[in-house]
Nanobody
Framework: QVQLVESGGGSVQAGKSVTLSCAVS????????VSWFRQAAGKEREGASC????????YQEDRVKDRFTISKDNAKNMVYLQMFNLKSEDTATYYC???????????????????????WGKGTPVTVSR
């Protein structure tokens, strides 16, 4: 089992930045793909960014790639999502998700799809105000 705990959400003004954190336990980061998803009220959950395995290959959705940066700290088993120049449409609950690479060979860009992810955190809300 992989346990995931998100933190760092809250209220932020448009144009500002925020960094979300995901504490991963149960497996090392080189054994998993870790993704950030978001879900706005009344909308489907959508992938934003993911970072995969030892090499740390990154995949990002086009809608956020210019403003969001995903990174990880292997020593701390933490994954981060830095979000810059926030917009009101970024308001959502942000979820951290993971899949084991041993049982998901060739996951690749599929880490941006919720159906491909095995483990989920409870989410952290981000509200962007004008």
């Amino acid at each position: 089992q992989v346990q995931l705990v998100e933190s760092g959400g809250g209220s932020v003004q448009a144009g500002k930045s925020v960094t979300l954190s995901c504490a991963v336990s149960g497996y090392r980061l080189d054994e998993v793909a870790v993704s950030w998803f978001r879900q706005a009220a009344g909308k489907e959950r959508e992938g934003a960014s993911c970072i995969v395995g030892k090499d740390g290959t990154i995949y990002q959705e086009d809608r956020v790639k210019d403003r969001f940066t995903i990174s990880k700290d292997n020593a701390k088993n933490m994954v981060y999502l830095q979000m810059f120049n926030l917009k009101s449409e970024d308001t959502a609950t942000y979820y951290c998700a993971a899949s084991l690479l041993a049982s998901n060979e060739g996951l690749g860009r599929l880490c941006l799809y919720a159906s491909a992810m095995e483990f989920w955190g409870k989410g952290t809300p981000v509200t962007v105000s004008r």
